[in-house]
């Protein structure tokens, strides 16, 4: 044992701690170096912490640490490294079969394998740590549960059932298997069948199965708007303002104060338009453009949110939680209340706003030589809808715009065409997919789909907001500011080989994964154009694409074949671009980037976060169309619809209905007098006897055969294979 003098002079020569609590980095360093589990007291001690709040601030950090999978508690109480245990912290993603995964917090290597008695504790979305244990029989890594770090759902919405006296609700998420009890006195007065929110109060255990009490009745399964009550209640998606937020935004006002346009660079006599779908009722973006020298000016001018929005006030608070704003057939949760959204911030026409400015010269070959980032204020002159600047672009209709627009509109169309030579160069994908719009009757029903082809108006407004876009990338790289930029990771490799093996079986000429570039995808579109299979083969393509997210790592747009990109021109409906407007305004008002509020290790955790949104988002839009799809053929059973496949698999053929943009299961089962083996290669289902083959891209008449609105499901049979039944039964 040390002397008590030995200890005086260890005491002595300990560096005293300068924070007040050591930073994540500083703990799992320590960590590190103690080679083993360590308690709080040593902890304490080795920090020289003092007095009861210390104690307090530290094991709050700690909790943050267990809760972000960094490291867990044992037994012993004592602290551990997740790293040194052989464990993996990640997020669960259920399957409706039972089993699931986790998708690795660190992205290295496969997610690992659930098997459905390790999924008997978790949910869908849970953040969990598993230890590897081994390989499944396919060779992916499979893990068990060790604990689970934080839950994703507080509630869950479904069916309200009754079982032999029983309360039941069943998730309307297909991923949640597990069925929630709801005790007698907990029922809030649900009746059988109907919709409901469950508020869990025990989470599922391997032994026991989770129990809750109903906190809202949404309604009749056949309710008008029931899906998309359904689905944001699944989703978490909040639609609640807090009251210090309800406060906050009655502070403002209706119109821009005088005081907030000082020191402004004054636009309001430039003819800025505002160009949106028929439907738009917030106006982010604004354009100008000019002729200048053998080139253009061109003005893009983005809502000024972040004026409004403080960092770190009530309404930033929520606008995270949030993330997105979610745009639904039937309506529109926003990021920020519409005093905002369609009010203050909205460049609604003819009123002041507040407005940072992205101001671009632009060669005539479609490079912008020079831009610069200023605060302005502006009054949109009009607000023009897709539909009018393409029928003035076109020559339908010259007074579908004011005349005093016509010139800016023709210098906008002319800059768009060297926009267009440049991104053609440059090799961005070019999937110009068709817009599908529903069109609801009185009932919340679809009453008509729409489905248009994009026209040259929507393109030269994404090419002005891309080249806006990309000069705050490069704005942020230059001045080495922490923000987040929307990457796009070059193709997953085993993604992009399926892919391949399936256009190399067409002729195709197509490079490994590891070489492939942006304009080869286009290379490869531009040899199947023309074809029947074109429409599938660009689908898959799509498929085999990663999908973009939002981090501080720039590792560049491989779909727009960009080295630098960030989300700047939709501040009222995204909240990565608001973080871009702060670091810019930050720098243009004479910061440097060391003394910006937020540090890397903050914008990857916020990154991490608005990516999640945005995949809620998607996840919830994408459950109300197909639940309305559904709804739409249920009345179409027996009806016959020319189609095309669009995806292979073991059990059955993906066929669409173009004309509605609907999609629908061909059991093998229904492709009768044969049986019939999947070729992954080819991306066939090839008949044994017959040889006959359906493949990607072929068209198919179909009948609808039936439609389940439990799971989503439509199921076709081909027509073609029932007509043939019936020849070959005569001839006998």
Known sequence: MPSRK?????????????????????????????????????????????????????????EAMHRAGQIIENRRREYCLTAKLDLVTGTVSGHPDGFGFVVRDDGNGDDVYLSAREMRSLFDGDRAVIR???????????????????????????????????????????????????????????????????????????????????VKVIGAPDQKGIATDIA???????????????????????????????????????????????????????????????????????????????????????ATVRGTSVYFPDRVVPMLPEELSNGLCSLNPKVDRLCLVCDMRIGKTGKVSRSEFVEGVMRSKARLTYGQVNDFLTGKSTRSVPRRLHKRLQDLQDLYKAFALNRSRRGAIELDLPMTKFELNEDGEIARIVTAPRNDAH?????????????????????????????????????????????????????????????????LLDQVAGRADSAAISMAMLRSLTHAEYTPNNVGHFGLALDAYAHFTSPIRRYPDLLVHRAIRHIIRGGKAGGFPYDKGRMERLGTITSAHERRAEDATREVEAWLKCQYML?????????????????????????????????????????YKFDAGRQQLVGERSGRRFGLGEPMHVQVQRVDMDTRRIDFRPVEAERETVRSRRRR
């Open 459 to 523: 393109r030269l407004i994404e090419e002005c907001m891309i080249a806006a876009n990309v000069q705050a990338a490069k704005f942020l790289r230059r001045h080495r500011i922490s923000s987040l930029y929307r990457v796009h990771a070059r193709p997953d490799p085993e993604r992009f080989d399926e892919l391949r093996q399936y256009l190399v079986s067409l002729g195709l000429k197509v490079p490994h994964s590891e070489h492939v570039e942006p304009m080869q995808f286009n290379r």
């Open 232 to 318: 944001i209640h699944s989703n978490g998606i909040p639609t609640e303002w807090p009251r210090a937020v309800r406060k906050q935004v009655t502070k403002f006002g209706s119109t821009v104060p005088t005081a907030a346009k000082k020191g402004r660079v004054d636009l309001r006599d430039v003819d800025l338009v505002t160009i949106d779908g028929a439907d738009a009722r917030d106006f982010d973006d604004a354009v100008y453009c000019e002729r200048s020298g053998e080139g253009w000016r061109l003005l893009v001018a983005i809502a000024d949110v972040a004026h409004y929005v403080e960092m770190d006030s009530a309404l930033d608070k929520q």
């Open 6 to 62: 030995t200890k005086k002079r260890s005491r002595q020569t300990r560096k005293p701690y300068k924070h007040p609590i050591p930073s994540r980095n500083e703990l799992i360093d320590f960590l590190e170096k103690a080679g083993r589990p360590l308690k709080v007291k040593e902890i304490i001690e080795n920090f020289d912490l003092k007095g009861e709040r210390m104690r307090t601030l530290l094991e709050e950090r700690l």
């Open 635 to 675: 009345d179409r059973v027996g009806e016959d619809y020319p189609g095309v496949v669009t995806g292979v698999t073991n059990f059955g053929l993906f066929v669409q209905i173009p004309e509605l943009q609907i999609d629908g299961l061909v059991h093998v089962t229904s492709l009768q007098n044969d049986y």
């Open 132 to 214: 590897l244990v081994g390989f499944d029989r396919r060779g992916k890594p499979e893990g068990k549960l060790v604990e689970v770090l934080e839950r994703a759902a507080r509630e869950v919405a479904g069916q309200f059932i009754r079982e032999r006296g029983i309360g039941l609700v069943i998730p309307d998420n297909p991923k949640i298997v597990h069925r929630v009890l709801v005790a007698k006195g907990e029922t809030g007065g649900a009746k059988h069948g109907q919709m409901v929110v469950a508020e869990i109060l025990d989470y599922p255990t391997h032994i026991e199965q989770a129990t809750g009490r109903i």
